[in-house]
């Protein structure tokens, strides 16, 4: 029987391309296993080789098809658990319904905590994640929630292209996003603005700006893109008042049918995005991925070696941790 303390990495179907790179950053081979679907659609996972003792580390990004990648992440956590795992520790480089953390609406669900409580119940130890949408989706869990940041590696980025200092401008293109560009500001020694609206039922090209843009380097930032439009018109308003170059940057890429379409049309110069979620649908030309696949092979090496996690939130791509 194995050591208690032994981990195994497995690859689920949502995002294999990062796990490979997870893999090597973090010196664990990928573990073997076949998942298939039955004609019906029910999802059928096999692990080909003992688990039995071993402490499980599972990578798999709740993007789309958002049900069957979060469905074939349970089954698998219980075929774990099922097979005597020592512990079962989730790694979701994008944690899907996490939008869904209130009730907006009347009668509305608050589907994050369902997913919590799915997830942890299916007998989950551990989530690692990067860049929820909600941080507060984190208490949804009656289990450890490591939530890394993403906004060190962009800064990272755009410090070595020289977009820092005053000449640059962080916008947040709503006003629930200016905790985020506020902490890239930061990193990049440069002001923030706010696109805001005169009603919340606004069309999205009566924003204004809240700050100074005039003149500058704009770096448009937010945690998910996925149909494109709200970038796209953030970066009309933004030109409309004078920005010289406009940049935009997102945690998850989800890029929805047409998303390509609209970005290519938008006066941004360059969309960055981490490599957490894998699309099928086309990309726009001016996007530029970057890698946080170092960032979660360090966290789970220092999860495994009960080390902290705190020397990651200041992490750049050259970091030694």
Avoid at 178 to 188: D, Q, T, V
Avoid at 230 to 238: C, G, L, R, S, Y
Avoid at 255 to 273: N, W
Wanted: charged share 20%; hydrophobic share 45%.
């Amino acid at each position: 029987m194995a050591a208690a303390s032994t981990p195994k990495l497995f690859s689920l179907t949502s995002n294999t391309a990062i796990a490979e790179k997870i893999s090597k950053a973090s010196g664990i081979p990928l573990s073997k296993l076949s998942s298939k679907q039955f004609s019906d659609g029910e999802i059928m996972i096999n692990i080909e080789e003992s688990v039995r003792g071993f402490d499980i580390y599972v990578i798999q990004s709740t993007s789309l098809p958002v049900n069957d990648n979060l469905w074939e992440l349970l089954i698998m956590i219980d075929a774990c658990n099922r097979a005597s795992a020592n512990s079962v520790n989730v790694i979701m480089p994008y944690f899907g319904y996490a939008r869904q953390d209130r009730i907006a609406q009347r009668r509305e669900p608050i589907t994050a905590k369902l997913v919590a409580n799915m997830l942890v119940k299916a007998g989950a130890d551990r989530i690692l994640t990067l860049d929820l949408h909600a941080v507060q989706v984190q208490g949804f869990f009656d289990i450890p929630v490591d939530n890394l940041f993403t906004v060190p590696l962009f800064a990272d980025h755009y410090a070595h292209k020289e977009l820092t200092g005053s000449d640059v401008v962080v916008v947040s293109p709503k006003n629930s996003g200016i905790k985020r560009a506020r902490s890239l500001a930061e990193y990049l020694n440069a002001p923030i603005a706010i696109i805001d609206y005169a009603q919340d039922d606004a069309q999205r090209e009566e924003g204004y700006i809240i700050g100074e843009v005039t003149g500058k380097k704009a770096i448009l930032i937010d945690d998910i893109l996925n149909t494109g439009k709200t970038f796209a018109e953030a970066a009309k308003i933004v030109e409309r008042e004078g920005a010289s170059e406009i940049y935009a940057v997102a945690s998850h890429g989800l890029f929805a049918s047409g998303a390509a379409d609209i970005l290519e049309a938008a006066p941004i110069k360059e969309i960055l995005v981490t490599d957490s979620v894998v699309t099928k649908e086309r990309i726009s030309s001016n996007v530029t991925y970057i890698s946080a696949s170092k960032l979660i092979g360090d966290a789970i090496t220092r999860i495994h070696n009960h080390q902290p996690l705190s020397p990651l939130f200041t992490y750049t791509a050259d970091s030694e941790v």
